[in-house]
T-cell receptor, first 113, second 113 residues
Framework: KNQVEQSPQSLIILEGKNCTLQCNYTVSPFSNLRWYKQDTGRGPVSLTIMTFSENTKSNGRYTATLDADTKQSSLHITASQLSDSASYICVVSANFGNEKLTFGTGTRLTIIP | DGGITQSPKYLFRKEGQNVTLSCEQNLNHDAMYWYRQDPGQGLRLIYYSQIVNDFQKGDIAEGYSVSREKKESFPLTVTSAQKNPTAFYLC????????????FGPGTRLTVL
């Protein structure tokens, strides 16, 4: 069964600090891995997408890494801001001819001043 | 939220009533999706459509119905057969390309009274 597990479930950090969110997956055949940011009551917004051949990708203060051998990904947030408070969702795509997405349950990040 | 709109933002329904959630996109995407989001769970696929006048059941289609008469529109009807319809509903459309990225709408929160 395809699964995506994220840790921690929730995280509270001080504004300006860095943090790293983790994602482990058991999805095959692997196509790509995505990180989304979801503000409360809003739709998810894409941060990064990585295929099998990409092991790091940045989007401003967000940097995602992918280790396809260990089936792990991380999302590093640098110099956190209050606006980073949101849920971060890891999503893995499998391709059986038709694409199938498996969603993690998310990490709830709270930035405090 | 890109070029995807969902309406209404909040919807209240009495038990036994059918309700229809609207999803419109102006991104010229062929594929569209409906997901359900519940607290503590990953997004779950309800229905998807890869082309006009065609759609397929997702993982939790029971109690739901859809239509795809126009490329821009993919409405979801929550019927009285859906036993636990209170949830946050997200519509998405998919771009064609190497990543097949999905773009999400702002969501509709449905509450059954």
């Amino acid at each position: 069964k395809n699964q995506v597990e994220q840790s921690p479930q929730s995280l509270i950090i001080l504004e300006g600090k860095n943090c790293t969110l983790q994602c482990n997956y058991t999805v095959s055949p692997f196509s790509n891995l995505r990180w989304y940011k979801q503000d409360t009551g809003r739709g998810p917004v894409s941060l990064t997408i990585m295929t099998f051949s990409e092991n790091t990708k940045s989007n401003g203060r967000y940097t995602a890494t992918l280790d396809a051998d260990t089936k792990q990904s991380s999302l590093h947030i640098t110099a956190s801001q209050l606006s980073d408070s949101a849920s971060y969702i890891c999503v893995v795509s499998a391709n059986f001819g038709n694409e199938k997405l498996t969603f993690g349950t998310g990490t709830r990040l709270t930035i405090i001043p | 939220d890109g070029g995807i709109t969902q309406s209404p933002k909040y919807l209240f329904r009495k038990e036994g009533q059918n309700v229809t959630l609207s999803c419109e996109q102006n991104l010229n995407h062929d594929a569209m999706y409906w997901y359900r989001q519940d607290p503590g769970q990953g997004l779950r696929l309800i229905y998807y459509s890869q082309i006009v006048n065609d759609f397929q059941k997702g993982d939790i289609a029971e109690g739901y119905s859809v239509s795809r008469e126009k490329k821009e529109s993919f409405p979801l009807t929550v019927t009285s057969a859906q036993k636990n319809p209170t949830a946050f509903y997200l519509c998405a459309s998919r771009a064609s390309g190497i990543y097949n990225e999905q773009f999400f709408g702002p969501g509709t929160r449905l509450t059954v009274l």
